[in-house]
């Protein structure tokens, strides 16, 4: 197995772990696991050609789509609302 396959797996188990926790505590590891993300994409993409790349973008997109979107809202001079 490569290891960013490897990584990428432990990604997902670490992203699976975050979501179980209680919203306070999910900040921390979710927004190391969105700085992480690119990282792992890139190297997928790297090792196994862009059809796996693209699809490990879909699925981040798809998991982080609420930080996405919060992240665009500010960026854009909003200010969304942060849930509790």
Do not use: C, H
Request: charged residues 10%; glycine residues 6%.
């Amino acid at each position: 197995m490569s290891w960013s396959v490897l990584f990428a797996s432990l990604w997902v188990l670490a992203g699976t772990v975050t979501a179980l926790l209680p919203m306070r505590l999910q900040y921390a590891p979710g927004l190391t696991l969105l700085v992480l993300a690119p990282v792992v994409i890139v190297w997928l993409l790297i090792d196994f050609g862009w059809i796996w790349g693209l699809l490990a973008l879909a699925a981040f997109v798809s998991m982080f789509r609420n930080p996405l979107k919060y992240f665009y809202a500010r960026a854009r001079g909003q200010k969304p609302e942060v849930p509790k």
